[in-house]
């Protein structure tokens, strides 16, 4: 049965079927890691570039950053309360979501972009305590309009900072490289 | 301080050397056994209610359990104090050494027993060789067991997903778990200290049985600080330890007997 199988793979027909099966399936996994690095569906195309450049501070829509674990993301309100002073709110295309579901009295659900899995207790305050700035782990606010991560947010890209910045300190890097500061 | 802890002979200097960070002492005089301890951890932890039929297969999960024991020969038995039963953090733990994948390494930082979900493969290795029994396995994803869901416009909507604390993993199917000593409330007044400028203070937190518990017979803190309550608790002399004789080093003190 087994031979039979590997020799119809080496005639013509057999070959050609083989390619197109190999073919197929490296596009879909292909299909499947570009479909896994897509930013994901916003409900406004919320430009950080423009917001950015306009000198709204990070802190600003995401204070939490500053005191928690998670720096929050900024509701309807937070947005309305500078946007119902600028006169082309009302006739953009692009922000008629958001003035739709401010009438209806709705708020809207932004996605997170930067996650880590249930398992790791990521806080922001020690990071930002200690001296790092929001574009040291987020990119570039300056060039991106919805949020994209610059890297892979894995163990080992949390590691290696965590071992550059405790280089030569024994008991600090014992704390920010045990299992336990992270996963519990 | 490392210490040699295959040292034969030297459990004595072991212990005095190995004392610990975090530890505990339960006064089994006054713990009248009402299981507050127990649904307070079972809250604080997200830990699953496994229902009736896994329950019967002993596959109960709870990081600290009451435990009682009779002594004598019937009819003149006595029941002994109720025991409440957690992980003791052993400092020479037999869990740690036999897990294949490192999932269950000691924290040198904070000197606890740590489990790490997302490494553990579920051999159960190390529920079968600790002399406590009190690690869990997750023999099923109890938290989204279809029955206990209700159905909302065509979706599966969990009721009591809204009372998990989000400070804890929800552990998933396959993976082995045990007492933490409440690590999330470790960190979270380190972190508040240290915000501060500060070092934590005695009594400025404490693990959630010992919070629950109406007769305060559950006292948890730094152990090496001679200062603190539970440092002081602990050296009582009607404190002992569990099993001490198989060299774990627990970190939980019973008294009794006062």
């Known amino acids: 049965m087994i031979r039979k199988t590997f020799e119809w793979a080496l005639s013509p027909m057999g070959r050609i079927a083989v390619l197109i099966a190999a073919l197929s399936l490296f596009s879909l996994a292909a299909f499947g890691v570009y479909q896994s690095q897509q930013p994901p569906e916003q409900p406004i195309q919320f430009t ?42 009302q006739t953009s295309p692009l922000l008629k979501p958001m003035v739709d579901a401010m009438a209806k009295g709705e708020g809207f659900t932004w996605v997170p972009v930067a996650q880590v899995p249930d398992f790791v207790h990521f806080t922001h305050r020690p990071h930002v305590a200690a001296g790092l700035n929001c574009e040291n782990c987020h990119g570039d606010m300056t060039q991106v309009t919805i949020a994209v991560n610059p890297q892979v947010m894995n163990m080992g890209w949390c590691l290696n900072c965590h071992k550059q910045k405790a280089a030569g300190d024994e008991e600090k890097l014992t704390k920010l490289t045990d299992c336990g500061t992270c996963h519990y | 301080m490392t210490v040699d802890l295959n040292l034969v002979g030297a459990k004595g200097a072991i212990a005095e050397a190995a004392e610990g960070k975090w530890g505990m002492s339960i006064d089994q005089d006054i713990c009248t056994g009402c299981q507050a301890c127990v649904a307070a951890c079972a809250m604080e932890n997200n830990i699953s209610f496994v229902g009736e039929e ?163 017979a559950i006292t948890f803190g730094r152990v090496d600080h001679p200062e603190s309550l539970v440092s002081q608790l602990t050296h009582q002399k009607r404190g002992e330890k569990h099993l001490e004789e198989l060299n774990t080093l627990p970190r939980v003190t019973y008294l009794k007997e006062g």
């Open chain 2, 54 to 216: 896994d329950a019967g297969y002993g596959r109960s999960q709870h990081w600290i359990r009451i435990e009682r024991f009779w002594e004598g020969a019937y009819p003149e038995v006595k029941a002994t104090p109720f025991q409440p039963m957690l992980c003791q953090q052993c400092g020479h733990a037999p869990c740690e050494p036999v897990c294949p994948v490192f999932a269950t390494p000691h924290s040198e930082a904070e000197q606890l027993n740590l489990q790490v979900y997302n490494r553990c493969v579920g051999t159960r290795y190390c529920a079968n060789n600790c002399p406590y029994q009190v690690r869990s396995f997750n023999w099923r994803d109890y938290h989204t067991i279809p029955e206990r869901g209700n159905m909302v416009n065509g979706t599966l909507v969990f009721p009591l997903h809204n009372q998990f604390n989000p400070d804890v993993t929800v552990r998933r199917r396959g993976v082995m778990e045990k007492c933490t000593f409440c690590i999330q409330r470790i960190h979270k007044a380190q972190d508040k200290a240290k915000s501060e400028g500060r070092e934590v203070e005695d009594g400025e937190f404490t693990t959630a049985c010992a919070q629950a518990c109406p007769a305060n």
């Open chain 1, 48 to 89: 950080h570039k423009l917001h950015v450049g306009l000198g709204v501070q990070c802190l600003y829509c995401h204070p939490g950053a500053l005191r928690g674990p998670s720096p929050g993301l900024p509701t309807i309100s937070k947005c309305w309360g500078c946007h119902q002073q600028i006169g082309k709110t």
